[in-house]
Structure formats: structure tokens, C-alpha cells
């Protein structure tokens, strides 16, 4: 239904513009600050890679890089592992609190962060987790569990009930069968579900700041050394910034195929 | 929903994921609720004040309520904005992306770009962006001869707020709507074509209804982020000029954070934190009644 060439255009135009704001940052992080404060150029004249080199040389970017990666790996495996056994009972089986649970989950998508930054700081001290990565993780699993266990639910019942029940017949105990018949079928799933509990740890920065202090600061908030009483330094700010995209375009590459799959079952 | 089998076993699965999520949740909203009933003379003295703060929070002639009153009208206007511009937006250009061929797979991935950078980033990149002397946007509209300054002029800051967040989400919008237009299964068009519908016909009639679904996931996720929004107006204007991009969340950290504030802060969280949730309380109603009529 979609033949024109209208459709087209306008898309090429959309992408385009969605874009340029990504475009101007690379651009940026591309030119000295000199340069850049000397007049505006719509391509790098003389592209430079010195700030890219700057932070790769400097320790305190290169650990925060490595410290952003880990809390984003231990929270992605802790929030799937622990929401499939969760999906899957919420989608087999009616038990006493069911909906109220469900529903009490999602409420924790939606609790406003910056309301809760203070009191979370003030119990993970409390608990010998502040500054450490793991803290930062746990954090996350406040609305990444959550978000697992929806889109989760969604794939478990995508999977017809009478496979559990012929496993069951032909033998399969239930840890057996969970694991070697019934997670391969919703490998897609499992996959959709562990990009999206990375992206939101990803970009999420007000609890991961508001958490550490030195040893396990996120890499975006490394960034705060560009602004400086001697100026802005818009070129380091720029480069700093095109790496924060890196892993996510990375990630999202590697699962582009399964991501209109897992829009497709209405979840997320 | 019908035929499971009642088994409160079942429990056993979910343990996990209460525990995790208990940890994180129950103790910091119970700290919100003792300061909310509570008041302080300093030094960690704290005494019972009932209702106190709620009721200057509710209350229009307070300046704690009058305050509340403009941050909650600015979230909801912003809210409201960004879902009438998204929705519409989003659609028309899930409606362009072709079914099938190799350039779907690239147009996803650029578009899901935008979502993939951390908040804060984001706020960096339109900083940089709108600036008149090194921004590309601000140098436009400048040149343009247009009356455009972020940290001076109100309409300015936010129309970059509004335009940051259809940047950063209507991706969002787009890949769920695409989603569940890829979900009509051809005879439908075919059908269509064979009954001579228009364009519009079809939308009307085949797409948009077999996109409610979808649509009601989409506005509920938009308006839960919008009406949470902080940290893009946080780096971007700072909540100013004066207070007029002071959505709620911002407004609550300057009062717990900088006036050290905690009652009237405390009762803020707690009535944001209802609103939020009685709003998502009637997605969720209508999205299982969506379910449960697609499963009858």
C-alpha cells in the first residue's frame, strides 16, 4: 500500500533531521576548540581525533567506560535471569495476587526517579553499596525486573501451553524441560528483553550518579570535567559524547531482526 | 485469562523477582512517607505533623500549594504537547517505512539511535545544538533573523524542550506503530483494494483500528516519561528562565535538595507519585479490557 514516492521522501527527510543533532556533535568532536569558537563549519576542515585520543590516554575515562559496561552487564543478566520463572508463572498459572502483583511491578516503571534519588542514596549507604557497581545495578533492577517481566510474559505466551504438557508426558522434569526445550523457543524473547534492560541502563544517569562517587562513576558522568572555570571544552564535551553512543548502536546492530519481532507482540 | 490453572506455587517464581525489586522500592518510598508526616526542628529531631504538609500542598493560597499548582499545570501542558505532537507524528511516519526489503532493517536501527544515548548526553547534544555560536539550530534560527535565546526567553526554552523530547521519542512511537502495522496481514489490503477503498478508507477503517493497541502502550510509556521528565530540561535550561520549564520532578529536587524542604518535598513525591499512578492505573484497565476482548 505504501508505493509512492511521497512516503519516501518523507521518510528520507525524517531520518534526516533525526540525524543532523548527532551529526553536529560528531562534527564537533572532530574540530579543535579553537576551531570550533572561530566560526561555524558545516564539515570538520581539518578533522583532528586529539580529544578521542585525550580520553582514550586518560585512565579516570577509560575506567568510568569499563565501570558503565559492568553495572549495565550484571544488571541485564540479574533482571532476565530472574523475570523468566516470574514470566512464566504470571503467563502458566492464576495464583493469589496475580493481577495485584502485576500491576504493583509496573508501578515501578513508573515512580519518578528524581523523587526517590534522595532516599535511595540514603539506603544504599546504609547497606555498604554506595560507590560500587553492583549498587548501581541493583538500582537499575528497580524498573528493568519490572520491564523484563512484562515483555517476557508476552513471549512465554506466544508459546503454546501443549509443549509443556507433552515435555511433562514424554518425561521431562520441570527445571529439565524449562531449561533445554522451553528457553531455546523464546530465544527472541530472551534477546528483545535483554537489549531493552541495556538501554534503560544505560541512559538512565540520575540514580547511577546520585549512587557513586569516584570508584564506579558512569562514563557520562565523567563528562562534567569538560565544564571547567577556564571554559567550556565543547570539542572533549563532543567526543565524550559520540562514545556514549558506541555500545548502543553496537547492541542494537546485532539485534535489529529481533527487535521488530519483539515490537510486534504490543510489549514495551 | 481463562482456563490457567490455580497454582499458588506458582508463587515460588515470582519470589525472585519481589525480592529484588522490594529492596529497591518498599524502603525508600517508606522514607518518602515519614517525612511526609513529619516535621523537624533540625539536628535529626523529628515530631509527628499528621496531615500538615498535604494540607499547605492542597491547598492554592499557600505558597507551597500555588508553586505545586504551576509545576503540576506546567507538566501536564508539557505532557499533553509532547503526546499531541508524537502520536500523530509517529504514525504518519511508521505509515512511510515500506514492509519488507533491506532498507527496513537500516531505517530501525538508525531510529532507535536517538533512544539509545544516555539522558544527560542528550541534554548535551541540543545544548551544544541550540547555542547561537557553535549550534547549528540556534545559528539557523538566529541567522533566520527569529528571536531565539534558550536561557532567556521562556517560549524559546520550550519549544527546545518539546523539540528535544519529539527528537529523543517519537522514534518510540514510530517503531511500535510499525510493529503493529507489519502485524495486518496482506488479505486485508488486498481485500481493500478489491472493494476499491481510498487511502483514507483504509487507514480509518483496517490500520488505525488494528493500531489501538499499540497506540494505548504508546501513550501510556510517553505519558509516564513526559510527565517524569528531568534530566533533559535539567542540563539543557535548568528548569529557567525564572521557573517556566520547572516541571514537577525539577521543582521537587530544588526543594528536597536545595531548600533541604523534606515535608513539603516528602508530600509532593507522594501526591506526583498518585497522580502517576492513578493515570497509569486507568491504562492498564484499558489495555487488559483490550486483551480480554481480543481473547473472547
Known sequence: ?268 | MTGKPINNRAWLFVLPVLAFVLFSSIIPVMTVVNYSIQDTMGANNFFWNGDGWFRDLLNPSTAIGARFDDALFRTLAFSLVCLMIEVPLGIAIALCIPRRGWLVGLTLVVMALPMLIPWNVVGTIWQIFTRADIGLFGAALTGLGLHYNVTQDPISAWITIVVIDVWHWTPLVILLSYAGLRAIPDAFYQAAQIDGASRWAIFFNIELPKLQKVLVIAVLLRFMQTFMIYTEPFVVTGGGPGSATTFLSIDLVKIALGQVDLGNAAAMSLVYYLITLTVCWIFFTIMTQLERRRDA
Not at chain 1, 196 to 208: D, K
Not at chain 1, 248 to 255: E, K, L, N, R
Open chain 1, 1 to 268: 500500500m505504501r508505493q509512492g514516492v511521497l512516503p519516501k521522501i518523507i521518510l528520507a527527510a525524517y531520518l534526516v533531521l533525526l540525524m543532523l543533532p548527532i551529526y553536529w556533535l560528531i562534527n564537533l568532536s572532530l574540530r579543535t576548540n579553537s576551531d570550533i569558537m572561530s566560526g561555524m563549519a558545516l564539515w570538520p576542515h581539518n578533522p583532528t581525533l586529539e580529544k578521542y585520543v585525550h580520553i582514550f590516554k586518560d585512565p579516570t575515562w577509560v575506567h568510568a567506560f569499563g565501570v558503565s559496561l559492568t553495572y549495565v552487564a550484571i544488571n541485564t543478566i540479574i533482571s532476565v535471569t530472574v523475570a523468566l520463572p516470574a514470566a512464566y508463572a504470571f503467563n502458566r498459572y492464576a495464583f493469589i495476587g496475580d493481577k495485584h502483583l502485576f500491576f504493583w511491578l509496573l508501578t515501578n516503571l513508573m515512580a519518578p526517579t528524581a523523587v526517590f534519588a534522595m532516599p535511595f542514596f540514603n539506603l544504599y549507604y546504609a547497606v555498604g553499596l554506595f560507590d560500587t557497581v553492583w549498587g548501581v545495578a541493583l538500582a537499575h533492577c528497580l524498573f528493568n525486573i519490572p520491564l523484563a517481566v512484562w515483555i517476557l510474559e508476552g513471549f512465554v505466551g506466544g508459546v503454546p501451553r501443549e509443549i509443556d504438557e507433552t515435555a511433562a508426558i514424554d518425561g521431562y522434569s520441570f527445571p529439565r524441560f524449562f531449561v533445554r526445550i522451553f528457553l531455546p523457543l523464546i530465544a527472541n524473547g530472551i534477546g528483545v528483553t535483554a537489549f531493552f534492560c541495556f538501554m534503560f541502563s544505560w541512559v538512565e544517569q540520575l540514580l547511577a550518579t546520585t549512587l557513586t562517587a569516584t570508584n564506579a562513576l558512569p562514563f557520562a558522568a565523567v563528562m562534567t570535567r569538560a565544564y571547567s572555570v577556564s571554559g567550556m571544552d565543547w570539542s572533549l564535551l563532543a567526543a565524550a559524547g559520540v562514545l556514549t553512543m558506541v555500545p548502543g548502536a553496537v547492541v542494537i546492530w546485532f539485534v535489529r531482526n529481533h527487535i521488530a519481532k519483539g515490537f510486534a507482540l504490543g510489549r514495551v
